[in-house]
T-cell receptor, first 112, second 111 residues
Framework: DAGVIQSPRHEVTEMGQEVTLRCKPI?????LFWYRQTMMRGLELLIY????????DSGMPEDRFSAKMPNASFSTLKIQPSEPRDSAVYFC??????????FGQGTRLTVV | DAKTTQPNSMESNEEEPVHLPCNHSTISGTDYIHWYRQLPSQGPEYVIHGLTSNVNNRMASLAIAEDRKSSTLILHRATLRDAAVYYC????????????FGTGTKLQVIP
């Protein structure tokens, strides 16, 4: 398996634009997590899904953020409209039940 | 979520063993202890996990206290490639549980 695949690896966008981050989890995994990492706040859990269903989105900063998982092999994290304070590295991870989680390489988002 | 406490940073000389401590005094009987590490500019990667008994794998060893209120990740011979932030987290067995990270321990390996 190629592991968790995230795209794009880097994204630079202007304030106010819509940004969509994509994630392909490891085949067979049934839990998917979205994280955001900044120097100030560390690694924050934004939302996680089990069997494609959002279970806890309490970490989503505000209504500008939304996440979907239309099927077991794909998830998106959307920011609309984007703001400079959204600049961070966004990680996607997947796991099978409570086994170890595997992380993607991350998407570095810069909002100017 | 049960919480973990780790030192902010540690140093080790290259080729020497490293013992990274983690306190989890509120651990429940069904919580597994997981360790991850994050190398610079990479996503976190799984290192090891255990429930009650000590565990060994090719990367490290995990020593779990008898009362399970603390654990220690042991790197037997630190290399420069082991310089990373090490996270200790608890994850409940069974069901679906979120994976949340604390601040971790930043390990510096000195040549």
């Amino acid at each position: 398996d190629a592991g968790v695949i995230q795209s794009p690896r880097h994204e630079v966008t202007e304030m106010g634009q819509e940004v969509t981050l994509r994630c392909k989890p490891i085949s067979g995994h049934n839990s998917l997590f979205w994280y955001r990492q900044t120097m100030m706040r560390g690694l924050e859990l934004l939302i996680y899904f089990n069997n494609n269903v959002p279970i806890d989105d309490s970490g989503m900063p505000e209504d500008r953020f939304s996440a979907k998982m239309p099927n077991a092999s794909f998830s998106t994290l959307k920011i609309q409209p984007s703001e400079p304070r959204d600049s961070a590295v966004y990680f996607c991870a997947s796991s099978l039940l409570t086994e170890s989680a595997f992380f993607g390489q991350g998407t570095r988002l810069t909002v100017v | 979520d049960a919480k973990t406490t780790q030192p902010n940073s540690m140093e080790s000389n290259e080729e020497e063993p490293v013992h990274l401590p983690c306190n989890h005094s509120t651990i429940s009987g069904t919580d597994y202890i997981h360790w991850y590490r994050q190398l610079p500019s990479q996503g976190p990667e799984y290192v090891i996990h255990g429930l009650t008994s000590n565990v060994n794998n090719r990367m490290a060893s995990l020593a779990i206290a008898e009362d399970r209120k603390s654990s220690t990740l042991i790197l037997h011979r630190a290399t420069l490639r082991d310089a990373a932030v090490y996270y200790c987290i608890l994850r409940e067995a069974g069901g679906y549980q979120k994976v949340t990270f604390g601040t971790g321990t930043k390990l510096q390996v000195i040549p």
